[in-house]
């Protein structure tokens, strides 16, 4: 059973799939980079869902920061490069030091700043390789949501009732319900004034 952060690693690292995806996306050396959400949301449900097959993602989100290079173009090119590499997968690269101008939101500090601010804790989530190709996790609102199938908001999504919204309209969209039928979605109702 999945109880730490330890076990999670564990999990991916048993997973060739998911390593492979995580060495090809490290071999760009992109600063401060992460694989994020679903990738890693979805495997921790889908083992405790007990799931023979994984769950098919729309994409394998990549995402860095690096405020020198803020052209989208050259997401588009390590898409292309990750592409070469695994043309199989969905890939989707975005800078986190650009992001905060199309989600009209003030500049994030850092992709693990950009991670914290997620609409839902469980997908709050990111692993990557270090510099010594160790697996690392980071989980800015803990791990604990995701490891007992609840979908909540997080603070950040919680502080106006745009945010909110958002929030909301991304439960019915993902239908996550639908896919995890354990899990139990917690919606802001009129928690926000």
């Known amino acids: 059973m999945l109880k730490t952060e330890e076990d999670i690693l564990a999990l991916i690292r048993r997973d060739d799939e998911m390593m492979e995806i995580l060495e ?5 050396d992109l600063p401060d980079w992460w694989i994020c959400a679903g990738f890693v949301r979805s495997k921790i ?11 098919k993602t729309p994409d394998v ?21 990750l592409r070469s590499i695994l043309p199989c997968i969905p890939w989707s690269v975005k800078n986190e030091a650009r992001m905060h101008v199309i989600n ?3 500049p994030y500090t850092s992709s693990e700043d950009a991670i914290s601010k997620f609409p839902e804790t469980a997908t709050a989530l990111g692993v990557k390789l270090d510099k010594e ?7 800015p609102w803990g791990i604990e949501d995701v490891l007992n199938l609840e979908l909540k908001p997080t603070a950040y999504f919680m502080e106006t009732k745009e945010r909110a919204a958002i929030y909301e309209e991304r439960i019915r969209q993902k239908n996550w319900k ?7 979605v917690h919606h802001t109702g009129d928690l926000v004034d």
């Open 24 to 28: 090809a996306a490290s071999t760009l």
């Open 45 to 55: 449900w889908d083992t405790l869902h007990g799931f023979d097959e994984r769950t």
């Open 61 to 81: 989100d990549v995402i860095f920061f690096d405020d020198t290079r803020l052209d989208e173009a050259v997401e588009k090119e390590w898409e292309d490069k």
């Open 104 to 106: 009209n939101i003030p």
């Open 133 to 139: 190709s160790q697996l690392v996790l980071t989980a």
């Open 178 to 184: 639908g896919i995890w039928d354990r899990i139990r």
